[in-house]
């Protein structure tokens, strides 16, 4: 069964630093990758979907990385603002197209 | 472009009674539709999920039930609702493999 985990489960930074949130997963064998962001009591915001063949995907100030080999994935903020504080959340896709969460990293950047 | 509605937004019911959370999808046709659960201190876990009309999958056996009566409608129900069914209930809907996902429902069972 594949199992997700995600470090820290909480950070917290000063503004304009750049910042790594890690996730990990048990089985290798994966589809594809998805990072989420979520505000306290709202609905997850998808940010980056990394797939199978791909190694990382960028999305502005976001940049995510996938080393399948080592099952293990990366979120790279660059100049993390306050308004980037929210969960991040990590999920896998298996064979069909089901995702598997991490527990999330809670981070507050502040002003 | 497409939209993912759930509602009620919150509810609060007690222990014993019926259940009806409803989640709708707009601009796509023949979405994969999703139901997730957010408990307290807990990760998101896959509820049910469905690939057609009237084709639901459970990932977990449990007090509730899931149909899609129509093409982009979900809809996620008890008959008898738990304290254990409290939680963050949330929709999400796919067209091949990005995941997106609806506001929510907060579920508070007294």
């Known amino acids: 069964k594949q199992e997700v985990t995600q470090i820290p489960a909480a950070l917290s930074v000063p503004e304009g630093e750049n910042l790594v949130l890690n996730c990990s997963f048990t089985?290798?064998?994966?589809?594809?990758l998805q990072w989420f962001r979520q505000d306290p009591g709202k609905g997850l915001t998808s940010l980056l979907l990394i797939q199978s063949s791909q190694r990382e995907q960028t999305s502005g100030r976001l940049n995510a990385s996938l080393d399948k080999s080592s099952g293990r994935s990366t979120l790279y903020i660059a100049a993390s603002q306050p308004g980037d504080s929210a969960t991040y959340l990590c999920a896998v896709f298996n064979a069909g197209n089901m995702l598997t969460f991490g527990g999330g990293t809670r981070l507050m950047v502040k002003p | 472009s497409q939209t993912i509605h759930q509602w009620p937004a919150t509810l609060v019911q007690p222990v014993g009674s019926p259940l009806s959370l409803e989640c709708t999808v707009e601009g796509t046709s023949n979405p994969n539709l999703y139901w997730y659960r957010q408990a307290a201190g807990r990760g998101l876990q896959l509820l049910f999920y469905?690939?057609?009309?009237?084709?639901i999958s459970s990932e977990v056996p449990q007090n509730l039930s899931a149909s899609r009566p129509q093409d982009r409608q979900f809809i996620l129900s008890s008959k008898k609702l738990l304290l254990s069914d409290s939680g963050f209930y949330l929709c999400?809907?796919?067209?091949?493999?990005?995941?997106?996902f609806g506001p929510g429902t907060r579920l508070t069972v007294l």
């Open positions: 999400a809907w796919s067209a091949s493999i990005e995941q997106f």
């Open positions: 469905s690939v057609g009309i009237g084709q």
């Open positions: 089985d290798s064998a994966i589809y594809n």
